[in-house]
T-cell receptor, first 114, second 112 residues
Framework: ETGVTQTPRHLVMGMTNKKSLKCEQHLGHNAMYWYKQSAKKPLELMFVYNFKEQTENNSVPSRFSPECPNSSHLFLHLHTLQPEDSALYLC?????????????FGSGTQLSVL | QKEVEQNSGPLSVPEGAIASLNCTYSDRGSQSFFWYRQYSGKSPELIMF????GDKEDGRFTAQLNKASQYVSLLIRDSQPSDSATYLCAVNDPQGAQKLVFGQGTRLTINP
């Protein structure tokens, strides 16, 4: 396994379901991110974790709950989502120093909320 | 509200020509600027970054930055069909060291 791996690639869920997205990075980075990419809207930062500590929450609704047990793994727990939450959710990682130049994205999870 | 503006396109360019992609940003405090390429159904991939006014060249790609005008551009020389993708402009948010603000992206099509 190399790079940033996300599972599942596709997810369909009802508004009452609870599901989790998983991300794993094999790059030795110590910062991990969740981004949201909605149709016809810019890519938007959701959360940042440095050394498994959350350092940024970009006013994300509480129905999105991130978890970072270590520097290599990141989860996004989903519950009682709305149809407007349907989007591509991208995980990314970077080193802490010069991180913006070395931000690597995973392939994303395409989420559909019915 | 920090904003990065791009023409969503589609921008259609003949093969072998120069493709010119433009981006403006609202926060004068931004200091670093990035261009990502995103193929349909794939994740964004960094292709260029620039910090100083002027031009930066890497192969067929040239990034241009004008901080006074708050303007960033990407030129692709000798465009190839494989360059057909959406190009995302991103700038750093001065309020957060790891925050990038992205534009909506410009869809580029290279016609053989």
């Amino acid at each position: 396994e190399t790079g940033v791996t996300q599972t599942p690639r596709h997810l369909v869920m009802g508004m009452t379901n609870k599901k989790s997205l998983k991300c794993e990075q094999h790059l030795g980075h110590n910062a991990m991110y969740w981004y949201k990419q909605s149709a016809k809207k810019p890519l938007e930062l959701m959360f940042v974790y440095n050394f498994k500590e959350q350092t940024e929450n970009n006013s994300v609704p509480s129905r999105f709950s991130p978890e970072c047990p270590n520097s290599s793994h990141l989860f996004l727990h989903l519950h009682t989502l709305q149809p407007e939450d349907s989007a591509l959710y991208l995980c990314a990682s970077s080193p802490l120093q010069g991180g913006n130049e070395k931000l690597f994205f995973g392939s994303g999870t395409q989420l559909s909320v019915l | 509200q920090k904003e990065v503006e791009q023409n969503s396109g589609p921008l259609s360019v003949p093969e072998g020509a120069i493709a010119s992609l433009n981006c403006t940003y609202s926060d004068r405090g931004s200091q670093s600027f990035f261009w990502y390429r995103q193929y349909s159904g794939k994740s964004p991939e960094l292709i260029m970054f620039i910090y100083s006014n002027g031009d930066k060249e890497d192969g067929r790609f040239t990034a241009q930055l004008n901080k006074a005008s708050q303007y960033v551009s990407l030129l692709i020389r000798d465009s190839q069909p494989s360059d057909s993708a959406t190009y995302l402009c991103a700038v750093n948010d001065p309020q957060g060291a790891q925050k990038l603000v992205f534009g909506q992206g410009t869809r580029l099509t290279i016609n053989p």
